[in-house]
């Protein structure tokens, strides 16, 4: 990564700085091999997803692709960034023969091999792909994809707006020990919506050039299909709120949160929330229509949480219970539903508790 600065000029704009810790092929956090996901830190986890907390999550996502397999007429998944493969397996085992055909399309090779491990007994009904083909039709999933997407950091001081970007700070004599920090640069960039702060505040946030160029991506190749994103954030009114001055990156090791990415890098996950708005600006503008954006409570509490957790018994229910509460995965996650070349409708998950007009 020092070379990378220096090759540049002594500067690199943080979504590079974060592209290269996660994904750089063999080192990257998304690229090497440690564990990662999981409950525990003991098991050198860092985080826990929905698909790898409860089974139901996956049982409860499978009820809306089959609504959307029966509004687009398509029988194939598309998951983007599939993990462990733990929600592939619930899908695919929830949903059987109905789906025809599931493709993975994952940046990370460490991960894939996982995958590849797991999902062995589904033989020829998954595949990975590396590229999206020019069409295509069916269901695109993604849980928690966007938010490890890189994002770019924008500052305002006394005014003036900079692109936050990295540097090396210092290295040691023996060359082993080496510091990055920050540095700012003069940008014309701007967040979409100005903070209501006074102009000699100090302010930090996000953009997400590159997942709002992932779903025009989405929206360019599919011809018919829907597209169910699940992920952390808000609309655009909360999330440029002037509260969260300080923006929403952090870090993610061993189960704690930090906010420096600037060290262990290649072994902390780093990520932002989404901005929900502009991941559904970005889909009208490419072609789709919006079709519902709601919590994951009122999501999967749509798709028949209530009556699954009846059928549980008691760790299992507070496990699945966990993927609702408030508190927990409940509100702070969010589902988006899109759609591409079909008739607008109510999709499953979001009859209930509708939130298109927080966007
Ligand atoms: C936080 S993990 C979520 C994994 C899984 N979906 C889950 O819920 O457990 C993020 C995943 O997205 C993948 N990823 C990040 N950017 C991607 C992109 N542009 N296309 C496909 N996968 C991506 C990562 O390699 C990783 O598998």
């Known amino acids: 990564m020092a070379e990378a600065i220096a090759q540049a000029g002594g500067w690199i704009p ?29 098991h050198g986890s860092d985080f826990v997803t929905a698909p790898e907390l409860s089974p139901v999550f996956g049982e409860l996502v499978a009820v809306q692709v089959q609504d959307a397999f029966a509004h687009t007429g398509t029988s194939e998944v598309w998951e983007f960034g599939a993990g462990t493969g733990a929600l592939a397996e619930q899908l695919l085992s929830t949903l059987g023969t109905a789906c025809t055909r599931y493709t993975i399309v994952d ?7 996982r995958q590849q491990e797991r999902l062995a007994r ?52 023996d060359g082993e020990d080496i510091r990055f920090a920050w540095a700012e640069r003069p940008t014309q960039l701007r967040p979409p919506v100005e903070p209501e702060l006074p102009p000699e ?20 190749r599919i011809t018919c ?30 189960h704690q949160v930090d906010s420096d990415p600037l060290v262990l890098v290649g072994l902390k996950d780093i990520t932002a929330h989404v901005n ?4 559904a600006v970005a889909a009208q503008d490419a072609g789709m229509d919006v079709l519902g954006y709601t919590s994951q409570a009122h999501f999967l509490i749509n798709c028949g949480l ?23 995965m409940g509100e702070f996650f969010k589902a988006i539903m899109l759609s591409k070349g079909v008739a607008s409708w109510e999709p499953a998950g979001f009859v209930q508790g509708d939130r298109m007009h927080r966007l």
Request: proline content about 4%; some cysteine.
């Open 201 to 220: 505040a100090e302010y930090l946030t996000e953009i997400h050039p590159q997942g709002e160029a992932f779903v025009a991506t989405l929206a360019d």
């Open 107 to 113: 940046v990370s090779g460490s991960l894939r091999l």
């Open 306 to 328: 209530g009556a699954k957790l009846d059928q549980l018994e008691v760790i299992a229910r507070s496990k699945a219970a966990k993927l609702m509460m408030e508190h927990e």
């Open 225 to 254: 299909g829907a597209v169910l994103l699940i992920d952390y954030g808000f609309g655009e009114s909360e999330y440029y709120h002037p509260q969260r001055h300080m923006g929403t990156l952090v870090c993610h090791h061993l």
């Open 276 to 279: 929900f708005t502009g991941i």
């Open 14 to 42: 943080f979504d590079e700085f974060m592209r290269m810790a996660l994904y750089e092929p063999g080192l990257g956090y998304y690229a090497n091999s440690r564990s990662k996901f999981g409950v525990m830190p003991e």
């Open 122 to 173: 589904f033989g020829d009904q998954v595949q990975w792909a590396d590229s999206l083909p020019a069409q295509m039709q069916g269901v695109v999933v993604g849980n928690e994809v966007l938010d490890a997407m890189p994002v770019k950091l924008l500052l305002r001081q006394q005014g003036v707006w900079q692109e936050r970007g990295v540097v090396v700070g210092s290295v040691s004599e």
